[in-house]
C-alpha cells in the first residue's frame, strides 16, 4: 500500500488508502489525541446499537423500561425513546451547558447531576415530532448504556467498540492514560491545561486521527458484522430525519442514527452514499466521512472551532475517489446556474410582508418586505440596516442577488468564497439551500429551515416594561466550576428588547466580543421568559427558559431552571475595594477595573481549589489561571474586568508591583 502525502492550508494530510486520512501539525505525533467533540455523538449510537444486537434495548421502547428514575417536568417524557435520542427527535430543550467543558479536571461533577438537572426542564416539542440537533440526547443515551451495560461508559465502548478494532488511542476523560497524548489547546496564543468535557455521550472523547478513521471500518460495506450486525449498520445509516422540509435538497445535514448527513453532497449528486459527522470542542474542530461503497474512512481534526475541516474532508476523498479510478478522473463539482429570470411574486406570499422571522441559535431576526420581484429580508437587531435582496424567478424561488447568502456553507467561509443561496417559503419557515464555492477547497452545500415565523406574543405593560428595563444590560456567569472554560468563552449574557417586536426577548449580544448567543424567547411576565423556536434540523437547537431572581438587592438570570446563572454586572465590585485577598463565599466573584489601576502590574496568588480570569475591554478572556504555565505578573487592562472562581472559601492574595 502507498502512502499519498499532502499539504494544504498548513495541515499535513495523511492518506492510507481505504482506511485513513490523518491530519496533523507535525508528521511525527501520529498517536495525537484529539478532543473529537461531537464526533463522540457517533460512538454512543453505536454502543446503543451494540446492545441493540445484544438483545438488551428495543430501539422503540420508551426510556423510562431502562431508566425508571428517569423523569422530566412535563409528562410527555414518557414517550421518549433510545431511537429519538438518536436521531435528535427527544424534544429536550438542546444541552445542559453547566461544568461540561473542563479544564485541568475530570471529576464527573456534571454526569452525577445531569439527570438532577433534566428532571426540573420542560419539553421544547413532542417527542418525535422533529428532529432538532440536540446534545441531552445523546448524554441520556450515555446513561443508558451504563445502566443497561452494568459497566462504566468508558469500559463498555473499550470492551465492546474499540478492541475487536484493535483501537488503542481513543478515550474519554475517565480513561487511564498519559493527558500529554493530547493536542494542545489554547487562549489567545497561550497553551491551557488539557481540556476535559463532562459530556463523554455528546461531546467527550478523544482519538488520534488514525483510530478514529478505523472505527469508520465499523460502518463500511465490507465490515463483515465487526462490532455491529449488518441489520444495525444499515439502520444507522439510514435517513432517520424527522420533519425535513427539503427532502430532496443538497445538504451536509440529514440524520441517521448518529450521523449528520447520510447522504452528504456533493457524493449524493454522483450516486455514492458518504456518511458525515462533525463535532467541535472549544478547542478542536474534527470530522469523519466514511463512503461505504468503497470502503473509505477519513477523519480530520484542527486546532480552533472555526477550521474547515468539513470541505478538507470532501475535497480529499473527492481526489482519492478520482486517483484510484473509482469515479472519472474529470470528475467536477460546479456552482448550480442561478436562474436570474423575474417573475411576479404570488399574492400568498405577498401577504407575508411584515412578517418577522427568527433565524434562533443564529441570533438574526428579519421583517419581510417585497417590490415588484424581490424579497427584502431587513434585519433587525444587527450592525446594519441595509435589507438582504433576493429576486423572484421563475421557478418559484428567490435566489441571492448582490452576494447575499443564508447558512453560510463548509462553516467559516474563507476569503474569497463566493455562496449562493435560494429561499423558499412554507407555512411557518423560511426554507434555504446554499453553495459555498471555497477556493482551493471546491463545491460544498447545506440546507434547512433557516428561520421561524413569529407569532404575536401579547404581554402586560408591566411586563414588557420590566424587560425593557433590563435591555442592553449585561448580566456575568457566576455559577460553575473554578476549572470551567465557560468563564473564558460564554461567561456574558446580554437580554436586548425591541419596540419592532414587543413581547419578545434577544440575547444577540453586539456590544461584546464575547457573549452569550441564545434563541429568542417570549416573555411570559415580569420574570419569566420561554424559549419558543422549534425550527427544525440547525436552528433550534440549545434553547433556554429564563427566570429573573434577586438576591440582597442584586438580580439574577437563570437559564434552563438553574442550569447556568448570570449576575447583573452593575454589581460587580471595584478594584480599589479588593485589598489584598479576595475569598470566595459561593459564587464567583467579578472585579470592574478602575481607572485608576489600568495599566498597573499585579501578582495573584491562586489558591489549589480556585482560578481567575482576565478581561480586555470587550469582555474577551485574555489570559488566567488555568493556562498550563500561568503567568506570574498580570498587566491590568483598560476597562477590562476581573472573575475569581473557586469552592467555597478559596482564598486569592493580591499584590501590586510597583
Not at 478513521?213 to 465490507?222: C, S, V
Not at 447522504?263 to 459527522?277: C, E, H, R, V
Not at 429580508?377 to 446594519?384: D, F, G, V
Not at 424587560?467 to 468563552?489: G, I, Q, Y
Request: charged letters at 20%.
Amino acid at each position: 500500500m502507498r502512502k499519498i502525502m499532502i499539504f494544504l492550508l498548513g495541515i499535513l494530510l495523511v492518506v492510507i488508502p481505504t482506511t485513513m486520512v490523518q491530519a496533523n501539525n507535525r508528521q511525527d505525533e501520529e498517536a495525537m489525541l484529539y478532543g473529537i467533540g461531537s464526533v463522540s455523538k457517533l460512538v454512543t449510537a453505536t454502543a446503543v446499537m451494540r446492545l441493540v444486537d445484544m438483545g438488551l434495548i428495543d430501539l422503540d421502547e420508551p426510556i423510562i423500561t431502562y431508566m425508571p428514575d428517569f423523569t422530566m417536568n412535563d409528562l410527555r417524557y414518557v414517550y421518549i425513546t433510545p431511537r429519538m435520542l438518536l436521531d435528535h427527535s427527544a424534544g429536550f430543550m438542546g444541552t445542559i451547558w453547566g461544568n461540561a467543558f473542563l479544564a485541568g479536571d475530570n471529576s464527573t461533577y456534571y454526569i452525577e447531576g445531569f439527570l438532577d438537572m433534566l428532571s426540573r426542564q420542560r419539553l421544547i416539542h413532542h417527542p418525535g415530532e422533529r428532529s432538532i440537533y440536540n446534545n441531552d440526547g445523546f448524554t441520556v443515551a450515555e446513561i443508558l448504556v451504563e445502566r443497561v451495560s452494568g459497566m462504566s461508559f468508558t469500559n463498555f465502548i473499550k470492551q465492546e467498540l474499540f478492541e475487536p478494532l484493535g483501537i488503542e488511542n481513543f478515550v474519554s476523560p475517565q480513561s487511564d492514560f498519559d493527558r500529554e497524548q493530547m493536542a494542545p489547546m489554547y487562549l489567545n496564543g497561550t497553551r491551557l491545561l488539557p481540556e476535559s468535557l463532562g459530556v463523554i455521550g455528546s461531546g467527550g472523547l478523544y482519538a488520534s486521527m488514525e483510530e478514529l478513521a478505523r472505527f469508520g471500518q465499523i460502518f463500511m460495506d465490507d465490515a463483515n458484522g465487526i462490532v455491529l450486525s449488518e441489520e444495525s449498520v444499515t439502520e444507522m445509516n439510514s435517513n432517520q430525519h424527522r420533519m425535513d422540509l427539503l427532502p430532496n435538497s443538497n445538504t451536509s445535514f440529514r440524520y441517521g442514527l448518529g450521523w449528520d448527513a447520510i447522504d452528504l453532497y456533493p457524493f449524493n449528486t454522483l450516486g455514492i452514499q458518504a456518511l458525515s459527522k462533525g463535532g467541535a470542542t472549544n478547542g478542536f474542530f474534527t470530522d469523519l466521512t466514511v463512503v461505504p461503497e468503497f470502503n473509505l474512512s477519513v477523519a480530520i481534526s484542527a486546532s480552533g472551532r472555526d477550521a474547515m475541516v468539513n470541505p478538507i474532508t470532501q475535497a480529499i476523498i473527492l481526489e482519492v475517489l478520482m486517483e484510484e479510478g473509482l469515479i472519472p478522473s474529470d470528475t467536477a463539482v460546479v456552482m448550480p446556474e442561478l436562474n436570474l429570470e423575474p417573475a411576479p411574486i404570488p399574492d400568498n406570499i405577498r401577504a407575508k410582508a411584515g412578517e418577522i422571522y427568527d433565524t434562533g441559535v443564529l441570533g438574526q431576526l428579519f421583517k419581510i418586505d417585497f417590490t415588484d420581484y424581490t424579497l427584502l429580508m431587513h434585519p433587525i437587531a444587527a450592525l446594519t440596516d441595509r435589507p438582504l435582496e433576493f429576486l423572484h424567478n421563475t421557478d418559484g424561488e428567490f435566489v441571492s442577488i448582490d452576494g447575499n447568502s443564508l447558512l453560510a456553507a463548509g462553516g467559516a467561509v474563507s476569503e474569497g468564497a463566493y455562496s449562493i443561496s435560494t429561499i423558499t417559503f412554507d407555512e411557518n419557515y423560511l426554507l434555504v439551500q446554499t453553495y459555498s464555492d471555497l477556493p482551493g477547497l471546491g463545491l460544498v452545500a447545506t440546507s434547512a429551515p433557516y428561520a421561524q415565523r413569529l407569532e404575536t406574543n401579547t404581554v402586560s405593560a408591566n411586563a414588557q416594561a420590566t424587560w425593557d428595563a433590563r435591555s442592553n444590560r449585561e448580566f456575568l456567569l457566576v455559577n460553575e466550576r473554578h476549572t470551567s472554560m465557560s468563564f473564558a468563552t460564554t461567561h456574558v449574557l446580554a437580554v436586548q428588547t425591541y419596540s419592532l417586536i414587543p413581547g419578545f426577548i434577544t440575547s444577540s449580544n453586539i456590544q461584546t466580543a464575547a457573549g452569550l448567543m441564545l434563541p429568542s424567547v417570549r416573555i411570559i411576565d415580569e420574570n419569566r421568559a420561554e424559549a419558543f423556536s422549534i425550527i427544525p434540523t440547525m436552528g433550534g437547537r440549545d434553547g433556554a427558559d429564563m427566570r429573573v431572581f434577586t438576591e440582597d438587592g442584586v438580580e439574577f438570570i437563570e437559564l434552563n431552571a438553574g442550569d447556568r446563572v448570570f449576575m447583573d454586572a452593575a454589581n460587580a465590585r471595584q478594584f480599589s475595594e479588593l485589598g489584598d485577598q479576595v475569598t470566595i463565599v459561593n459564587d464567583a466573584i467579578w472585579i470592574d477595573i478602575d481607572s485608576d489601576y489600568a495599566g498597573q502590574s499585579i501578582q495573584i496568588t491562586t489558591p489549589a481549589n480556585g482560578s481567575w480570569f482576565i478581561y480586555d475591554y470587550r469582555m474577551n478572556a485574555i489570559t488566567t489561571s488555568l493556562e498550563r504555565y500561568p503567568r506570574d505578573t498580570i498587566i491590568l487592562p483598560h476597562g477590562g474586568r476581573m472573575a475569581f472562581v473557586g469552592e467555597p472559601g478559596a482564598a486569592f492574595g493580591l499584590q501590586q508591583i510597583q
